[in-house]
């Protein structure tokens, strides 16, 4: 087709059913506006996912928009995505700009990363090791193949805050505070989190997440013959029930062993999407998972050129 | 990447948000199951659609599968999705194999059949003239190009039934059964569309609709300078609500101008999707609008093969 020939390169990929548009963009040359990451991300109009993954090379944005040093996020920005992109590090070639898909810039995603790693990987283009992100330099690996690839991120560390509570179709749920560069209420409970109502978002305390907060509803650590395991269903903020949500499954396993009177652990998580593996140590987490691509093309450069 | 080089080509397409992936399988030898259809259309783990749109060559489907005369998409089928094919009829070369998001084969879908007739025809594999569908033929014009082409397709006769009601949030609307190859229940009602709750599957008499019906809201025709118009709301059996629906359209606008006291006219119908024209004629239906293509591409070899 002859539309096809001059499109915008694409993949789509998930992890754990949480799914991405992938923008391969090594030059930085994408006008990858809030409006096209929206149109693209538009599950009817568009391609549908739950955000867009751009690969880019860090050094390639550097100087391009604001570098705010280590990143948050809440760069005055351009425009054109650029905002809160820090300073590229030493050997960290590849930098991930991840957009919601409302079209904002975001910090990390935890599935996100795992697919933008996988598909670096495929691609040839490497995957292991650093990789830039706005909330600063996340590390990789890749083990196995083909449907059995599983990716390996460094979460880095998820600090455990306040207890609070939060109450779901009249019932109360203790929980606690977990920073894993984003806020959690992690709720560990022995109900079954398959009959909870999540249509609505769960309520939580405003003056401890003024931000809003992504809500997590974990079973208690159960060990079998595999290792310890729990199960976890998920309310992102501003999005409603997820298939998946990568930071939450930390701060779920991080809730769940402190729950134990434990500080770390190795906990497999099943999710709705999936399951997921996280690695709790003395300042530092590791999620594991598969990460999958489904399909590869070009955007019609008319569909394209006609979004601003 | 090497996977995408013996990919399963597909594009991405939609019209007026009711959206669909169109697989080019012109000789009939892709393995279309059920299975590979719902992840397709899975919006997490596959590339997500409303449905699939198999572009075969008529007379490749001949003798490979159930033939059932002008189909009625109820054949035994062979679990390949041939069953219900009708018989190749002169000067139609190409078929929609349409299939729903569960994997189900279907008769008919209005804006499948344009998004059907725009990849034809960008294609350069023709998409004026007769197509075959499972419903039998249905005849496409093509008006204007780019973002200002209009498919128009002839919907065949819509036949008014019986008057029944529906009841929305203790609301009864009163409407009447209207089959455009499948069943409608068409409420004519000033109330605006808007403030319905359509969450729920709007009230049917199941004796009138043994096997459910498509439920549509619509408002009372008002003349306007560009012509007659009317808005819309659809409840689609089995799916809930879509941003719009090509028999709903039809059978919209045959109760507003039935109620109205007409039996033809041309009249614009504003959905959430967008907006859809209908012309009534004695005896004949024709549904025009928009139709895109956003996406061409390969599925991913690996991600295919595992399905079956």
């Not at 990451?37 to 860090?58: S, T």
């Not at 590090?89 to 990390?108: L, V």
């Not at 939060?166 to 009959?195: M, R």
Request: glycine content about 16%.
């Amino acid at each position: 087709m002859s539309s096809s020939t001059h499109g915008i390169a694409f993949s789509k990929g998930h992890g754990t059913q949480n799914d991405f548009v992938v923008l391969p963009d090594p030059d930085a040359s994408l006008d990858l506006t809030a409006a096209r990451v929206a149109a693209l991300c538009d599950r009817r109009r568009g391609l549908g996912a739950d955000g867009v993954l751009r690969v880019v090379r860090w050094a390639k944005l550097a100087g391009s928009g604001v570098s705010t040093g280590t990143g948050t996020g809440t760069g005055t920005g351009t425009g054109t995505g650029t905002s809160g992109v820090p300073d590229p590090e030493p050997g960290a070639e590849w930098f991930m700009d991840y957009r919601n898909a409302d079209g904002s810039a975001a910090e990390m995603c935890g599935n996100g990363v795992r697919v933008f790693a996988r598909y670096l990987c495929d691609r040839g283009w490497g995957g292991q090791g650093p990789l830039g992100t706005r909330a600063g330099v996340r590390t990789v690996a890749i083990t196995g193949s083909g449907a059995d690839t599983v990716v390996s991120v460094g979460m880095g560390p998820a600090r455990i805050g306040a207890e609070s509570a939060t109450v779901v179709d009249g019932v109360t749920f203790g929980g606690v505070a977990i920073d894993v560069g984003n806020p959690h209420l992690a709720c560990v409970a022995a109900t079954d989190p398959d009959g909870l109502d999540l249509t609505r978002a769960p309520s939580h305390d405003p003056a401890l997440f003024p931000h809003g907060v992504n809500v997590e509803f974990v079973t208690p650590v159960v060990a079998g013959p595999g290792g310890d395991t729990v199960r976890m269903r998920v309310h992102e903020r501003g999005v409603g029930e997820t298939r998946s949500c990568g930071t939450g499954t930390v701060a779920a396993v991080v809730a769940a062993l402190r729950a134990a009177g434990r500080e770390v652990g190795d906990v497999a998580v099943a999710t709705p999407g999936g399951t997921l593996r996280v690695t709790v140590e003395p300042g530092a987490t590791t999620l594991h998972g598969p990460a999958e691509l489904v399909a590869h093309g070009e955007l019609d450069r008319a569909w394209w050129d006609a979004l601003r």
